[in-house]
């Protein structure tokens, strides 16, 4: 059984990640979606928010759970018993930061492979962070993130002001 770990801070969940995450179903037996812990970023959701809002997303994909880790992601990778670890590439300006880390990864754990998943073409300028901007200013969210989480975000951001 070939199970993969696609991690990352999800705050929050957009249709580019979605997009990553359907794809991946359809390749590996498994999908672990892990909200990571990441002590240097400010997030607007909590880690249990985070992982509530993707599950309510990924219900209808059956081989995909949602899980959440203040582990090193290769000591997560391991209790999981994930081989693969999933990133998604949107541009070039992602390739350095992506390449280090998983050079790192298989230095620290040889027997995982980090897998690249191109963005799709749709979502190559999507990120959490342009979700957050867009919200601010009071911008239409349903080309950025799924609708099922579309209130919980703007309830979110007036709650911050
Ligand atoms: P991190 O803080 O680990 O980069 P993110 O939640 O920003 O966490 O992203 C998680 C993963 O999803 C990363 O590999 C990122 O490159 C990828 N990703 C983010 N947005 C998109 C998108 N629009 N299309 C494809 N992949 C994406």
Redesign the pocket.
Known sequence: MKIAV??????P?????L??IRRASAIFDRVNVCV?H?SE?ITLFNLQERVELIERVVGRLKNVNVDTSELLLVEYAKSVGASVI?????AVS?FE??FQLATINKKMYPRVETVF????EK???????VVKEMVRYGADLSDFVPREIIQDIIDKTKIGR
């Open positions: 696609y991690p990352g801070s999800f705050d969940i957009t249709l580019g990640h997009n990553i990571m990441n970023k999933i990133r998604g590439l949107r992602d930061k992506e998943l191109a963005a799709s979502y190559t300028y999507l990120s959490s962070s």
